[in-house]
């Protein structure tokens, strides 16, 4: 973890139910999925299984191929 201080340790959350109340408030502050995956790990010590489960899946954008003439 970048920036982290071992004498200040981090929060950890072991519930699903507080995990999810703090993604639900990090939702607004950040904006993207990324973010909140970053503002999480800082912030707190989460497993990250659990925190995947709450957290929406984003596809790739698709790809698509040049079609032949």
Not at 18 to 27: F, G, H, M, P, T
Not at 29 to 41: F, M, P, V, Y
């Amino acid at each position: 973890m970048p920036n982290t201080d071992p004498r200040n340790p981090r929060p950890h959350l072991v519930s699903q139910n507080s995990l999810a109340y703090v993604v639900n408030e990090l939702k607004p502050k950040a904006g993207s999925t990324q973010e909140i995956w970053r503002l999480l790990t800082e912030r707190f010590v989460v497993d990250l299984d659990a925190a995947a489960k709450l957290l929406p899946t984003e596809e790739p954008e698709t790809i698509w191929l040049p079609a032949r003439i």
